[in-house]
């Protein structure tokens, strides 16, 4: 689905959806082509904890928790830096 279907098929609702088709833009904004609403939550923090929980079980996915009260979805990248240095003692 686009999100314009998804907004006006949950109308004001949490949801998490997952990209089926996305990619980046030069700006580092993702840019989710085509996706699937795997979920419906009652609020903000059940939709986080849910798509937390879905993220473990499936790590290889791209899932994001959303509300459809937002006329566009804007998710920006952040570079994951992890733990940098020389570990050997």
């Avoid at 949490?14 to 840019?31: C, F, G, K």
């Avoid at 939550?41 to 928790?65: I, N, T, V």
Wanted: with cysteine; aromatic share 10%.
């Amino acid at each position: 689905m686009l999100w314009n279907e998804i907004r006006e098929t949950y109308p004001d609702q949490w949801l998490i959806v997952e990209a089926l088709e996305a990619h980046s833009t030069p700006d580092r904004h993702r840019q989710l082509d085509r996706m699937a609403v795997v979920e419906k939550c009652s609020d903000g923090s059940l939709a986080m904890k849910g798509c937390r929980r879905l993220y473990q079980k499936f790590p290889d996915r791209e899932f994001y928790f959303v509300h459809t009260s937002r006329g566009e979805l804007e998710i920006r990248e952040r570079r994951w830096l992890g733990i940098r240095g020389d570990h050997e003692s």
